[in-house]
């Protein structure tokens, strides 16, 4: 039995859980080793303290997951079969329905949630995402390894974008480029919607690319990750291009010393809440407060977005494997939008940046 699994008993025990289903696909992919994505078809890993483990999936998919290295119990169908009859009647004749069974409370549908009170009519049913949470967020020395490759390929997207840069093209010929590029270099995926936007646009911090065309004095952001071998990375650089007006150049150098402060604060046993903090403290402090309007980071690792929420009322101390971002930004509607973001891993010797591309402010020229 793999050591995720057997953390995961150990954690169903200290909850005094009988058994968990784990059906969101990363989590899935965590403790099995097999990615995919299921679309309408139920995909799942049931963990009991009664019964070996066992995989629910289309019978198309057997031979990938065991290939992945599953090698417990599979409860394959057909799509005119019913999964959730399937696993009833292995459970039955396992001679075990559970007592209690987690589940997974921001990704099971209310659809999937009534079916399993229907077959399991006795069980009781209790929120259990954050058991796999707190598993997750503590990463082991491969995982690091997969991280950084990811935020190197990050670094070499960003690079793509900034030497795609001319006037007249537009976002999404840059995107093009970069996306290009990284699949010729093996990526298997970028981790979420490469963005790249030009001028006022930048002060969307979820600004939609499009055809927008790139013209002299426009400040350019690059938001972006890849996806490696199942681990995601995410960066953030602003540069110029051409030009730069003097209150352009004051907001990019507070969004730089304030990431700076945050990452010096990221500090083992220190908590959450201090990193945001310190960058928000600093950009409040230099009149652009109300212009920071998002959190400061977020956990990273099999998603782009995963535990913990890096806020300021998080008290959740640091700890050693811990991968997350620093993306402070300031956003002036008419003057610009800066942030720039980097990956931090917790190590035994405090915080290590992941993501290596330069920070200081770049004016493009060609």
Same mark, same amino acid.
């Given at each position: ?175 093009? &480029? *970069? %996306? ?5 270099? !093996? #990526?298997? =995926?970028?981790?979420?919607?490469? @963005? ?128 997350? &971002? *620093? %993306? ?5 509607? !008419? #003057?610009? =939008?800066?942030?720039?973001?980097? @990956? ?23």
């Amino acid at each position: 039995m793999s050591t995720r699994i057997e953390g995961l008993l150990q954690a169903l025990q200290e909850n005094k859980l009988e058994s968990i289903l784990i059906s969101s696909p990363a989590n899935v992919y965590y403790m099995s080793n097999y990615y995919t994505d299921p679309h309408e078809r139920v995909v799942a890993v049931y963990v009991s303290s009664e019964h070996e483990p066992v995989m629910i999936l289309p019978a198309m998919e057997t031979q990938d997951a065991k290939a992945a290295g599953w090698a417990h119990d599979i409860i394959d169908y057909h799509d005119h079969e019913d999964p959730w009859e399937l696993f009833l009647a292995f459970l039955t004749n396992k001679g075990k329905i559970p007592t209690t069974i987690g589940v997974e409370e921001d990704y099971l549908t209310l659809n999937r949630y009534t079916t399993i009170q229907q077959i399991l009519p006795n069980t009781e049913i209790k929120h259990a995402q954050e058991i796999v949470a707190t598993l997750r967020v503590i990463k082991n020395q491969h995982e690091y390894d997969l991280l950084k490759q990811a935020a190197e390929l990050a670094d070499f997207g960003v690079q793509t974008g900034i030497n795609a840069l001319k006037e007249g093209i537009s976002e999404f010929e840059v995107i093009a &480029t *970069i %996306e290009y590029e990284l699949k010729k270099k !093996g #990526v298997q =995926g970028m981790s979420f919607s490469t @963005m790249a936007l030009f001028g006022d646009k930048t002060a969307s911090p979820h600004g939609t690319p499009g055809t927008r065309k790139l013209a002299k004095g426009d400040m350019v952001l690059f938001d972006l990750g890849v996806i490696y071998e199942g681990y995601c990375s995410d960066i953030t650089r602003t540069v110029v291009f051409d030009s730069i007006t003097e209150e352009q150049k004051t907001i990019y150098n507070t969004v730089l010393e304030g990431q700076l402060k945050a990452i010096e604060a990221s500090t083992l046993g220190s908590e959450v809440g201090q990193i945001d903090k310190a960058a928000r403290d600093h950009i409040e402090a230099s009149g652009y407060g109300s212009y920071f309007n998002h959190r400061v980071g977020h956990g990273l690792g099999i998603e782009t977005h995963e535990y913990p929420s890096i806020h300021g009322n998080n008290k959740l101390a640091l700890r050693t494997g811990m991968c997350f &971002t *620093i %993306e402070p930004g300031i956003y002036v509607p !008419g #003057v610009a =939008g800066v942030r720039i973001e980097d @990956m931090i891993f917790m190590t035994e010797n405090g915080a290590e940046t992941l993501t290596k591309f330069p920070k200081e402010l770049q004016i493009i020229k060609k």
